[in-house]
DNA sequence: TTTATTAGATGATATATATCATGTTAAATA
DNA sequence: TATTTAACATGATATATATCATCTAATAAA
C-alpha cells in the first residue's frame, strides 16, 4: 500500500503532532525510538517532510522537530502520502496499467475504483489531530514493541 | 497494492480464461504480447501460478496455457493474489506495523479496516468469468497499447 | 566566542523486486 | 524415432527501495 518511508513518515509525524501538543520537539533519535523505525531513514524522510512543509524544525542544541498547532488540524494524511509516495495511489491503476483510466479501464477497474474511492476519502478527511487522540489515552500504538510487560 | 508479479499475474489469468472459453491454448509469448508484460517474468510468473493449480498447461508443440471451464467460475481473485503475494494484503498494518491487530492497533486502524474489508470483499467475490466477460464485448482491456489508430 | 548538540546534505551500501539468459524436459508430429 | 516446439528449472543481472555513514551548518548554552 504505502512505502516503508511513507510508514514511518505518517508515523512519525503523528508522534511529533502529539509531542507539539504537549509542547515538546522531539529529536530524530527520540522520533525513531518511539516510532520504532531506523534512525538514519527517519532522518531522510523527516528532511522530506520539512521540505514539504507538513512539519518544521530547530536545528542545535534543544532543538528537533514540531509542527504547529494550527497545522495539526489541517494536515491532513494525504499531504504526508503526497509529500513521500506523490499521488500514485490516487491515479495508478490496480493492475498496473499506464494509469487507472475511464475510457480504457482495466478489468478489475469497476470494482477498484470502489475501494480507491474510499481510500481516497480517508486520506483526505483524516487530519493529524484526529490520530494523535488515541496515542494519549492508550488506545492506539505507534509501534510493536518486542517486550509486553 | 499488488507487486507488479502480481499485476501481470492477475492480467495473464484473465488473458488465459478467456482464450480458454474460445477452446485456445495461448502459448508464453503470446501472452506476454497481448497483457504488455515481459516475457522472461511472466514465465516465471505462470510457472507459480501452474504450481498453485490456478492454471494449466501442457508443453510441446501447440501447447500451452488453459484454465478448465469449472475453475473459471470457481477461481477467485484471492487465489491468485496469495499465491503471487502471499496472505500480506489481508494481515498487513497499513503504517507497517508488525501485523494488524484489533488489541494493538496502530492510529489508522480504524479507518483502514474500513478500506481493507472493502478489498477483502472484491478479493473473495470476484472470479475469473466474470472479469473476462468485459474483454469479448471491448469494455475493459488488459494492456495500455502505445498505438491507438 | 567557543563548544556541544542536533538537523541538513550527500553519497555509499544493502536488500528486495523485477527482468533477462541458458540449458533441460516433455510432448506432438513428420 | 528424429525433430521441433514450447513449458520448466535455475541462476544471473538490473533496478528500485531501504538502510547506513560521513561530513557540514546552524544554534543554544557554557
Ligand atoms: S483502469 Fe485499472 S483500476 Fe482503473
Ligand atoms: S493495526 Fe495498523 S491497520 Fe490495523
Known sequence: ??????????????????QSLNSKRPSIKEIAKEVGSPEPFTAKILQKLVKNNI???IKGPSGGFFINVEN???????DIVFAIDGPGIYKNCGLGMKECSEVKPCPIHNQFK????????MLDTTNLHQLTLGLENGMTF????????
Not at 516503508?4 to 503523528?14: L, P, T
Not at 505507534?142 to 510487560?149: A, F, G, R, S, V
Open 72 to 78: 495539526i488540524h489541517s494536515i491532513i494524511l494525504r
Open 55 to 57: 512539519i518544521e524544525s
Open 114 to 121: 470502489i475501494i480507491k474511492n474510499g481510500l481516497k476519502e
Open 1 to 18: 500500500m504505502f512505502s516503508k518511508a511513507c510508514e514511518y513518515g505518517i508515523r512519525s509525524c503523528i508522534y511529533i503532532a502529539n
Open 142 to 149: 505507534l509501534k510493536t514493541e518486542n517486550c509486553d510487560l
